[in-house]
């Protein structure tokens, strides 16, 4: 690419990332941050001027206006800033219903790139235009998100494929929005009003880092096709890897209603749905060593039946049996023995808690069930925002005496994203569904037998794949 990369006074359409240094993008994220706080003040002026009767109907579109051009703003910047939008949108209950509305969008549905320069990334990374390359090619993308957006292709072989392609120069864009402390100290407090701005942006550097690598994440994704082929209700698409380079990664296309069609369906389909990501996050975890660690609305689709299509795997965290163990210690001391002194003695020993005298083991125990909750009894447990939110703060909280003797080792940084994603989703499909029992069919010491229709379609499939 020639010509300036900041500034505003290309197209933006010509390129997808409106700015990348840290000045400019610094500038760009106090700029939201000002129109935050300017709509704020202006929506409350309006409100106070408005007559009493239409003061709650003024009020709220003034909120939704500026939630709009928030929302706007962030998508068009992409990186770092739009991942905020994202989280903000299913994470943070504190978040008012416009923002979260208008921020739900950047899931799926962020500004793309313009044609031309979707298809430059392709000819860089495959050596020709993708009117050249694929049978058909969708010049319209079926989704964009903060790294990169996804295009619906054919190949020469009649496959069907979703191709997703890198935005150019977001890779600088997020180097300079998470060394900014400008966005730290003003924007991050705007859009998560009760949790540290801080430890909030240490988990988006983390969270961010591993994406930009698609041909990592295509070696990801391509190993959970390997381990779930076949299966009745998981789906990964196979990764078409001649037809993938730095850049660009191409799928087998997979087809389903997003999340929030999801929300709409019956809550008996909630509920299977629920539980296919339950069992998707605790099975790789606990029989496959690997986690996939961005439980995000935007990266599944649905069908009927339980059935869930798969997509991001830029973040997965591979364990090895000593790291697993360490999970099976907690599941074994705590929910299977209730002993909770000797939960205790494994947090410290694994460096989870520091040795701290002061805390009594109830403390800690009540501290650290709550992460448990779902599976401390049987029967059918409801997830609703509320623990969805309470489990939020304590992933964040810096005023607990138990959050303050906590040091969380490597190993368990990604798995927060259970807590920080898995649970938000399951809370928004207001999930029922013994967790307990689902948990016992894939805990390698319980070794459970089905227990669900679902858990007995797993098991079908197990057997055949073992040849039993």
Request: aromatic share 8%; net charge negative.
């Amino acid at each position: 690419m020639t010509g300036p990369t900041d500034g505003d006074d290309l197209d933006p359409g010509s390129r997808p990332v409106t700015h990348r240094s840290r000045l400019a993008r610094g500038s760009a994220a106090l700029r939201v941050a000002g129109r935050l706080g300017a709509g704020h003040a202006v929506g409350a002026l309006q409100t106070r001027l408005a007559p009493p009767e239409r003061r709650e109907a003024v009020a709220a579109a003034a909120e939704l206006r500026t939630a709009r051009q928030v929302s706007d703003a962030l998508g068009g910047m992409k990186g770092a800033l739009m991942k905020l939008g994202q989280m903000a949108s299913f994470l943070d209950d504190e978040l008012p219903e416009a923002y979260r509305v208008a921020l739900a969008e950047l899931q799926t549905d962020a500004p793309p790139m313009a044609p031309e320069l979707a298809a430059s990334v392709v000819a860089d990374a495959l050596g020709d235009r993708p009117e050249r390359i694929f049978a058909s090619w969708d010049e319209r993308p079926l989704a964009a998100a903060s790294i990169g957006q996804v295009h619906r292709a054919v190949t020469r072989t009649g496959l069907a494929v979703a191709v997703k392609v890198q935005y150019p120069g977001v890779a600088e864009a997020i180097e300079s929005d998470l060394a900014n402390t400008a966005l730290v100290a003003r924007l991050l407090p705007m859009l998560f009003p009760s949790l540290d701005a801080t430890v909030l942006a240490e988990e988006l550097r983390a969270r961010l880092g591993e994406e930009l690598d698609y041909e990592h994440e295509a070696r990801n994704q391509q190993r959970f096709a390997d381990a779930y082929r076949g299966h009745p209700f998981i789906h990964v698409p196979e990764v078409v890897s001649e037809l993938s380079g730095p850049g660009v990664l191409t799928a087998e296309l997979a087809e389903g209603a997003r999340f929030a069609e999801l929300e709409t369906w019956s809550q008996h389909e909630r509920d299977l749905a629920g539980e296919t990501l339950f069992r998707f996050v605790f099975r790789g975890i606990n029989r496959l060593g690997m986690f996939n660690g961005d439980p995000h609305p935007g990266n599944y689709l649905f069908r009927p039946g339980g059935r869930v299509s798969f997509l991001d795997f830029g973040l997965v965290k591979y364990f090895t049996p000593d790291e697993t163990a360490v999970f099976n210690r907690m599941i074994e001391t705590l929910v299977l023995a209730g002993d909770g002194e000797a939960y205790r003695r494994v947090l410290e020993d694994i460096g989870l808690l520091r040795p701290t005298p002061s805390l009594s083991t109830d403390e800690v125990v009540a501290f650290f069930a709550h992460f448990h909750r779902l599976v401390l009894e049987r029967g059918p447990v409801h997830v609703d925002h509320a623990y969805a939110s309470e489990t939020l703060r304590r992933v964040f909280d810096t005023t607990s005496p138990v959050a303050r003797a906590v040091d969380l080792p490597p190993m368990f940084v990604v798995v927060q994203r259970i807590n920080l994603g898995l649970y938000a989703l399951l809370a928004r499909l207001g999930a029922t569904v013994d967790w307990r029992s689902v948990a016992e069919e894939l805990w390698p010491m319980t070794d459970g037998p089905p227990s669900t229709e679902l858990g007995h379609q797993e098991a079908a499939w197990a057997a055949s794949r073992d040849g039993t």
